[in-house]
Every structure is written in structure tokens, then in C-alpha cells.
């Protein structure tokens, strides 16, 4: 698996063979670094050990939480205050209280086991004209690989639908796809 980003590349698999070759034929056509195993990638950590992977925004968490810089804060956590902002408290103190969420949750992470069963699973909810404003549903999802999650993710539903069994066939085809 290769995933690349502007100028970084990563990629993982199950195969040292493979990695060896990969890195040889990459660094024959570009110039490149090879930085050995991932440590640090786009606001991740990553703790490789040797019954598996950690993985967590640490550093950047405690970023966000610093005061001077709360403008780049609103800018990668707009999503989430988007979400906030669905409440009847102020938004400067939904703001607040997600910073001391944030705050609080330093050292949360996800582990993936080496030794996991390798099995997909998803699942998929929404709640039926949650919004009581616009009357719209909430769908939600999560994905897991070997029991850690993958993907996950909830927003509102675009359109007002009209019974539970419609916000529910919403929500499974848009996770489907």
C-alpha cells in the first residue's frame, strides 16, 4: 500500500522483498530520502513496536492547546466545530470545551496488532430528523481492519427524508460507496 502526499511517499505492506525492491526502483527515478521506518507523518505519530503499531496526534494536540495558536486550530478543526455549533451554547464556549477535550486526551491513540484476523468490518447508523431545526438525519460509520478502526465518520444526511428505513438506506449506500 503507497500513499503519497505533496512531496512525502509512504508505504507499507507485509513483504521486506518487496519493500527492498520498491525503495530501489523509487530511488532510481527520483531523488529521494530514505528516512527508514515512519516515525512522524502529517500531524501523526507513529510508535512502531514489536507487537505492533501505535498511532496518535500527540504533538499536535499539545500544538493546538498552546494559545498562540489558536488560528490555526479553528482552521484544521472547522469540521468538528461545525458539529459543535449545532448546540445551543455559544460557539466561543463549545470552542472551549473542545480544546479541553483535546487537552485531556493526549495520549489516546489507535494500536494495530501484527497479529490481527485481517477482517473488514463496517458498520453504519443514523438517527431519524435528529437536527429538530431542519429536521435533517445524522449519519455515522465506522470501519474497522483486524478490530482497529480504519475510517470512520458522521455528518448530516443532504436531504430531509421521511421515515427511519429511507435515513437508514441513506446512510448504507453513501458508506457503501
Sequence with gaps: ???????????????????????QSM?????????????YFLGL????????????????????????????????LIPSFQVLSWSKNPPAQQLIIMLRYIKGTFAYGIFYKHEGNEELLGYTDSD?????????????????LSSEAISWSSKKQPVVTLSTI???FIAAISRAC
Design 45 to 76: 505519530e507513529v510508535f512502531q513496536r514489536v507487537d505492533g503499531i501505535f498511532i496518535c496526534q500527540r504533538k499536535y494536540a499539545q500544538r493546538c492547546c498552546n494559545g498562540s495558536t489558536w488560528l490555526i486550530v479553528m482552521l484544521y
Design 128 to 144: 431519524y430528523a435528529g437536527d429538530l431545526e431542519d429536521r435533517k438525519s445524522t449519519s455515522g460509520f465506522l470501519f474497522l
Design 27 to 39: 530511488m532510481k527515478e527520483f531523488d529521494m530520502t530514505d528516512l527508514c521506518r515512519m516515525r
Design 166 to 168: 429511507e435515513a437508514e
Design 1 to 23: 500500500m503507497v500513499c503519497l502526499y505533496v512531496d512525502d511517499l509512504i508505504f507499507t505492506g507485509n513483504n521486506e522483498m518487496m519493500f527492498k525492491s520498491f525503495k
